[in-house]
T-cell receptor, first 117, second 114 residues
Framework: GAVVSQHPSWVICKSGTSVKIECRSL??????MFWYRQFPKQSLMLMAT?????????EQGVEKDKFLINHASLTLSTLTVTSAHPEDSSFYIC?????????????FGPGTRLLVL | GENVEQHPSTLSVQEGDSAVIKCTYS??????FPWYKQELGKRPQLIID?????GEKKDQRIAVTLNKTAKHFSLHITETQPEDSAVYFC?????????????FGSGTRLLVRP
């Protein structure tokens, strides 16, 4: 149980294009999902907290107009990197809290590796 | 906001020895402290967690201790094996909001030498 998937697993795009990443909780409902970014050999940096049916809460320094988050259902959140540039190349990981489980526990997706040329 | 510091950044031990990774946090109201293991290119995996009403928790070869007064918690791995080699992250949940977001430490790269 408690499986989180992400799609795509990797994507290569040209500078200036937009990329959408999906995060799904497969066997549980998640009112809250989180989006992280991880650069090589670095820690996970929280970008935003996504709540079903409401606007996402962004961490300080994260541009909300560049990283659009939509949490339309209890099992799906999407992150769109708009007008991507090479410095946006990173490993993007989502996590989800199980509505029915221990409230603090987060389950992570497998990550999406983004390369912007 | 919450700040989590982790050390050492790298740790090399001989197979069978113990490994200890330490973290400190700044928000005295934080009450949930998970530890994650991340292998190269993969997702973080929860290996153990502890809540602020408990001082120690053990799961086979892995244990976590928490000192709330010092705002300090540690991961202990005994009888290390080569497959324990990975990056380990500690985290804390600040209680300033109800989202239960996690603030991660900088990570420790553990190498277990056969």
């Amino acid at each position: 149980g408690a499986v989180v998937s992400q799609h795509p697993s990797w994507v290569i795009c040209k500078s200036g294009t937009s990329v959408k990443i999906e995060c799904r909780s497969l066997d549980f409902q998640a009112t809250t999902m989180f989006w992280y970014r991880q650069f090589p050999k670095q820690s996970l940096m929280l970008m935003a907290t996504s709540n079903e049916g409401s606007k996402a809460t962004y961490e300080q320094g994260v541009e909300k107009d560049k990283f659009l988050i939509n949490h339309a259902s209890l099992t799906l959140s999407t992150l769109t990197v708009t007008s991507a540039h090479p410095e946006d190349s990173s490993f993007y990981i989502c996590s989800a809290r199980d509505l029915a489980g221990a409230e603090e526990t987060q389950y992570f997706g497998p990550g999406t590796r983004l390369l912007v040329l | 906001g919450e700040n989590v510091e982790q050390h050492p950044s790298t740790l090399s031990v001989q197979e069978g020895d113990s490994a200890v990774i330490k973290c400190t946090y700044s928000d005295s109201a934080s009450n949930y402290f998970p530890w994650y293991k991340q292998e190269l290119g993969k997702r973080p995996q929860l290996i153990i967690d502890i809540r602020s009403n408990v001082g120690e928790k053990k799961d086979q070869r892995i244990a976590v201790t928490l000192n709330k007064t010092a705002k300090h918690f540690s991961l202990h791995i005994t009888e290390t094996q080569p497959e324990d080699s990975a990056v380990y992250f500690c985290a804390a949940t600040p209680r300033m909001d109800s989202s239960y977001k996690l603030i991660f430490g900088s990570g420790t790269r553990l190498l277990v030498r056969p």
